[in-house]
Structures are given as structure tokens and as C-alpha cells.
């Protein structure tokens, strides 16, 4: 999976998950009056819609992606396993949200919780055809410069999940540091700074098949496995159903 945060609104960017491609964090600024600021991410497998009688996927891949609208406005035209788009602002309370491929074709709509003005989310699509929903996380307050690891539990198919670190270099190490219920975002700290490091997901100090991703599996730069790295101070790994090939955990370098 891959994630990643750090361009212009209305883009996509891709998560990252083990082996995955560099990702970085960019700045968030506050949410303005009576807005909040919100991240949209595909945590589904597949996004299948009936055409022909037959559920088929139509958010396929990266290379066949839908749009996401949002309350009638679209928010991206990449929207696939595994992506995410950056921090924009939209109007407090709930959302509508329809993906929608080129031919018409969509899901939705689908609601999200009630957000508040000011505050900061990550909402999330889950689930499997006919049964898609939208999982709302407030984003966990901000470190003070100091180095935190969170879990998004995302994945339907897993109602808990634990989480924790590893030593990068040696791929060896595992340590669990928290658990978290489907729907929930967990946040641990991990002191002034860190090396050396990376998150992983799965049951007790054993990770998910793909489960464990190192800092700069998430950020080439991050070379040292290094955290707080330049304006990021948090780890976020994602836990999502397995699409076939890739998944279940994905990474992302947050403030």
C-alpha cells in the first residue's frame, strides 16, 4: 500500500506500505471558521458497483482510479486501494461520499460521523460490495516535537489489532507498544527521537503478512529510519483488508 501526503489538493497521494515508494509530510495549516480539515483514503479492496448484473470493480487500480466526490464537489480523480488525498478544508458536519468512475458508474453515497469545526480528521472507505462505509478519525493532538507512533484500525475483516516497533536494520526487535478496536486510531510516544526504527501490525510482537514498514521504506530521505524527520513528528501505519498482492499495512509520515 502506499500513501502519501504532501501535494496539491485534488491530487492523489499514495500511501506507502513495506517496500513501498518514498513518501513526505507537508505542512497543515489550521482549518478556517466553520470548516474542518480532512484527508479521504480507499481502504477497500475493491470498490464494485453493479454493471451487467455483476459486481465489478471500478476503482481497479492506481492506473484505473475513480473520482472521489465529496458532498457534490470532487476532492480527487485517483482514488484506488491504498491512496490518499492531503489535508483540505471542508464545511463541518457530515459528508456525502460517492466514488465514481469515467463511465458513471459509482458508490454511494456513503455518510460520514459528524465533524467539528476546527478539528482535523482522517476519513476512511471500508468494507466490501454492497456494504461500504466510511470510518471517521479524529487526528490524534499534535507531539510537540516529540516522536509518535499511531494505528488506524481500518480493516472490517480484523476487529483488533495490536502495533508496535522493530529495528530496521536487522528486521528484528519487535515490541508491542498498543492495540486498537476497528474504527480506532491509537497513538503511542516514543520519547524526544528516535532511529533505527520501524512500525509494525499484526497480533502480539507478531506482524500481518506484510505488515511491518520501516521510515524510509515511507520516506527515502529518511535514510536512518529517523523520527521526528524534518516537520514530521508521527508514524501512522494503516490496517486495511488485504487486496490480493498488496496490503494489509501502510505508512504515512504525519505532523
Known amino acids: ?79 484506488a486501494y491504498g491512496s490518499a488525498t492531503e489535508f483540505q478544508n471542508v464545511p463541518a458536519g457530515t459528508l456525502s461520499l460517492v466514488a465514481r468512475d469515467e463511465a458513471g458508474y459509482a458508490v454511494g453515497p456513503l455518510k460520514s460521523a459528524q465533524l467539528s469545526a476546527g478539528k482535523r480528521y482522517t476519513l476512511i472507505v471500508v468494507g466490501s460490495y454492497p456494504n461500504y462505509s466510511v470510518l471517521t478519525f479524529e487526528e490524534p493532538a499534535s507531539s510537540k516535537g516529540n516522536a509518535q507512533l499511531s494505528l488506524y484500525e481500518a480493516s472490517p475483516a480484523v476487529p483488533s489489532a495490536d502495533f508496535g516497533s522493530f529495528t530496521a536494520s536487522s528486521h528484528s526487535g519487535f515490541k508491542q507498544l498498543g492495540s486498537a478496536k476497528l474504527g480506532d486510531v491509537v497513538t503511542v510516544s516514543l520519547g524526544a527521537k528516535v532511529s533505527n526504527f520501524g512500525g509494525y501490525a499484526g497480533h502480539g510482537k507478531k506482524p500481518f503478512a506484510q505488515g511491518d514498514v520501516t521510515l524510509a521504506a515511507v520516506n527515502a530521505f529518511d535514510k536512518d529510519n529517523v523520527l521526528p524527520f524534518h516537520n514530521a513528528t508521527r508514524f501512522s501505519l494503516f490496517l486495511f483488508d488485504v487486496k490480493s498482492g498488496s496490503g494489509p499495512v501502510f505508512g504515512s509520515l504525519d505532523q
Do not use: W
Open 1 to 79: 500500500m502506499k500513501f502519501r501526503l504532501g501535494v496539491v489538493a485534488g491530487t492523489l497521494l499514495a500511501l506507502t506500505a513495506c517496500g513501498g515508494s518514498s513518501t513526505g509530510s507537508s505542512s497543515v495549516p489550521p482549518a478556517s471558521n466553520g470548516m474542518a480539515r480532512v484527508r479521504f483514503v480507499d481502504g477497500t479492496p475493491a470498490l464494485e458497483a453493479l454493471i451487467g448484473s455483476i459486481p465489478q470493480d471500478i476503482c481497479a487500480s492506481a492506473s484505473l482510479p475513480c473520482y472521489l466526490q465529496v458532498n457534490g464537489q470532487t476532492v480527487t480523480s485517483l482514488f
